[in-house]
């Protein structure tokens, strides 16, 4: 088997990462929301920044589950 | 204030499902491993366990098996990667849901506040120790309760129609309670009094003898343990100034700290202690002696659905004892639900294990006995009706009774009921498309049901 080649594990991989960062990025926004009911935009900040990495993550696993534009 | 263990190593979910909770009342508790989870699970007890199943260093269900989860409370698992066979194996462990990540931040917050609002009362695994069947909310609160108090020297009289499970619960609060002597157990109203006597508080006749010759009696047997007295108000009043003085003396003589311990005395009654005091049955002395807490048992037409899944429960039992595969018939659990069980539990048993040894169909429709009382009171041309019955029961059974009065003459019974032929007619058809799919026990058997 080459190294490039996909296998089932490895094509799971992608869509557990994207599961994994949609969770951290819909909770963090739920926080982030609630914060600033609360007006509590110290916390609001910390938790945007904290969606934000989520948010990367679903980018980048998104990516990997997308075909590159031919 | 409820406590939460968050085992994730996602770092931003774990962050943000933790302030989440916090802001709901948790106090939040984070491990980003099965080890530090572990640590953390021996250190503290919580109130809820959020498992993920992928962990840097295991399986997250592995940890089910790896710590003692009886103090802890409920168990959530999420994952972001799904598969039949970690869904199979959380449904064979005391699991509570099986989340797939992305989780919906409002079902996180119904379970944050689900927790809150259960937490006075007993968890699943809770109810397993202790062997009393039921998810009522009283029957929660019973167990609550009891292992709360187990590990107490309280004295603890429990109280609740025959039938409750009082020595079940007895012997919860024994076990619970790690006092490594015996569970001793006592009828105080089967006991012919001078046997009581001696039994209880004697060095003669039904006392035991020692290596050293010395003899011991119950008070003895049960240092360390626990000394249960069954129906209590039953026992004549001229032993229970013995069995005070046996109680105080048992508790002065061992007081020291070093020596062994005096026996829990855990009592029951199936009637109103008070109401026994006022009538000169049960010394007051002895009752405040016996009662530093009260457990009432709730009688089983108080425990919601219960009646279904301790049916279901004990055919389950019979199943694995008789190697069948015997069920639960349709409509079954209505007949459950409606009656209700002056027996209480052991009546449901028993109606149980009659309708499992007697059909011959693998779909059982448990029906109560009727009642000793109707037999004597109903006659031919009479019906007892009692509480809890519905008024469509009462009119079938009318309905049969006459019928069978006037041996199957439909004209004379509707004549006699003020009713139409047709409408007799109706009746019977209706009574037959019953949801059990099954004519009505009373016309298919040829004799009249107990409701």
């Known amino acids: ?70 | 204030m409820s406590r939460l263990l968050i085992v994730d190593d996602d770092r931003e979910f774990a962050a943000a499902a933790a302030t989440l909770a916090e802001q709901e009342g948790f106090e939040v508790t984070i491990a980003a491993t099965l080890a530090d989870a572990r640590q953390r699970l021996g250190d503290a007890r919580f109130d809820l366990l959020l498992l993920d199943l992928q962990l840097p260093d295991g399986h997250g269900l592995d940890l089910l098996h790896e710590v003692d989860l009886i103090p802890h409370g409920r168990i959530v698992v999420v994952t972001g990667n799904p598969t039949l066979e970690s869904a199979m194996r959380a449904v064979t462990e005391p699991v509570i849901e099986y989340l797939v990540k992305p989780i919906d931040p409002d079902r996180w917050l119904d379970m944050l506040r689900e927790t809150q609002r259960i937490q006075p009362l007993a968890s699943d695994l809770q109810l397993m120790r202790t062997g009393l069947l039921g998810r009522s909310q009283v029957v929660r609160e019973t167990v609550a309760t009891l292992l709360r108090i187990a590990p107490t020297d309280a004295s603890v009289l429990i109280t609740g129609e025959s039938g409750t499970g009082k020595e079940l619960a007895a012997h919860t609060l024994h076990t619970a309670s790690d006092r490594s002597g015996e569970f001793i157990a006592i009828n105080c109203g089967a006991i012919p009094s001078e046997v009581a006597a001696h039994e209880l508080f004697g060095y003669e006749l039904a006392s035991y003898s020692v290596a050293g010759g010395r003899q011991i009696n119950v008070f003895d047997r049960a240092i360390n343990g626990t000394l249960f007295l069954d129906e209590v108000t039953e026992m004549p009043p001229a032993l229970q100034v013995y069995l005070l003085r046996a109680i105080e003396a048992t508790a002065m003589t061992r007081a020291d700290p070093g020596a062994d311990a005096p026996p829990r005395v855990v009592a029951a009654t199936r009637h109103d202690p008070q109401q026994a005091v006022a009538e000169g049955r049960l010394r007051e002395d002895l009752y405040y002696r016996l009662a530093d807490v009260i457990v009432p048992m709730a009688p089983l037409r108080d425990r919601d659905e219960d009646a279904v899944l301790l049916a279901r429960a004990f055919i389950d039992r019979l199943n694995a004892r008789y190697g069948k595969r015997k069920r639960l018939a349709r409509g079954a659990e209505r007949v459950l639900l409606r009656h209700l069980w002056p027996g209480n539990v052991r009546e449901l048993l028993s109606a149980v294990q009659r309708a499992y040894l007697l059909e011959n169909d693998d779909a059982i429709a448990v029906l109560p006995a009727p009642s000793p009382s109707d037999a004597i009171n109903e006659t031919d041309t009479t019906l007892v009706f009692s509480i809890g019955m519905t008024l469509a029961d009462i009119e079938r059974r009318m309905l049969l009774k006459t019928l069978s009065h006037f041996k199957n003459d439909k004209t004379a019974a509707a004549r006699s009921l003020g009713i139409s032929v047709r409408t007799v007619h109706n009746q019977l058809a209706r009574l037959a498309k019953e949801p059990s799919g099954q004519e009505p026990p009373s016309i298919q058997r040829g004799q009249e049901r107990h409701a």
């Open chain 1, 1 to 70: 088997m080459s190294a490039d080649t996909l296998t089932p594990e490895l094509a799971v991989q992608p869509l557990h990462d994207l599961r994994n960062a949609a969770n951290a990025l819909g909770i963090s926004l739920e926080v982030v929301r609630r914060c600033l009911e609360r007006q509590d935009t110290a916390r609001a900040l910390d938790f945007l920044a904290n969606a934000q990495a989520a948010s990367e993550r679903c980018r980048s696993a998104l990516e990997s589950l997308t075909p590159p534009h031919r």
